[in-house]
């Protein structure tokens, strides 16, 4: 049974660029959260997706913004990435009214 | 406002020592109150949960946690550390996806 896989694990960007992550939910679950960790901080949240559609959102710009496949799989997109981006994000699926979330190995994320 | 507040950003215990991070939180309703665990270099894991059921919650690896509603707090204990322990962890408020800034365990041999 896999758990939670994202990709790539590393990424180097420059200010200015667009980046995408990728995140495959664990297997029947179909809820996708994302969350920015910067150095020495505790994660934050960005957004969650079910059912296709961003359902709660943190407080984060809109130049994050995301997307849920059929399958379940999710995307993060970045814009204009800006040094402060720079962060481990990690990706955690659940089912909807279960609490618990399972956490992927997360993308480390460099702005240059 | 921060809904959790870990009091403590690092702790050090000894081998074989009982181990205590601290957790406060504040809300209006019964929050729903998980401990994570961050080895480094791997994916947070879930060691115990809270949602208004028992409020002594055992988790894996021998931890274990208490609501306490009358002190707002939600403390993670184990009687004895084990060098694998050495890790971050973070209370976490999860009816509102807010993680606390994390306690860093350091475990002497």
């Known amino acids: 049974d896999a758990g939670v896989t994202q990709s790539p694990t590393h990424l180097i960007k420059t200010r200015g660029q667009q980046v995408t992550l990728r995140c495959s939910p664990k297997?029947?679950?179909?809820?996708v959260s994302w969350y920015q960790q910067a150095l020495g901080q505790g994660p934050q949240f960005i957004f969650q997706?079910?059912?296709?559609?961003?359902?709660q959102r943190g407080n984060f710009p809109d130049r994050f913004s995301g997307h849920q496949f059929p399958n379940y799989s999710s995307e993060l997109n970045v814009n204009a990435l800006l040094l402060g981006d720079s962060a481990l994000y990690l990706c955690a699926s659940s089912n909807p009214g279960i609490y618990e979330q399972y956490f992927g190995p997360g993308t480390r994320l460099t702005v240059t | 406002a921060q809904s959790v507040t870990q009091l403590d950003s690092h702790v050090s215990v000894s081998e074989g020592t009982p181990v205590l991070l601290r957790c406060n939180y504040s809300?209006?309703?019964?929050?729903?109150l998980f401990w994570y665990v961050q080895h480094p270099n791997k994916g947070l894991q879930l060691l115990l949960k809270y949602t208004s059921a028992a409020t002594l919650v055992k988790g894996i690896n021998g931890f274990e946690a208490e609501f306490k509603k009358s002190e707002t707090s939600f403390h993670l204990t184990k009687p004895s550390a084990h060098m694998s322990d050495a890790a971050e962890y973070f209370c976490?408020?999860?009816?509102?996806?807010?993680f606390g800034t994390g306690t860093r365990l350091k475990v002497l041999a």
């Open positions: 809300s209006s309703y019964s929050p729903s």
């Open positions: 976490v408020d999860i009816n509102k996806y807010i």
């Open positions: 297997s029947g679950h179909d809820t």
């Open positions: 997706y079910y059912e296709e559609e961003e359902r």
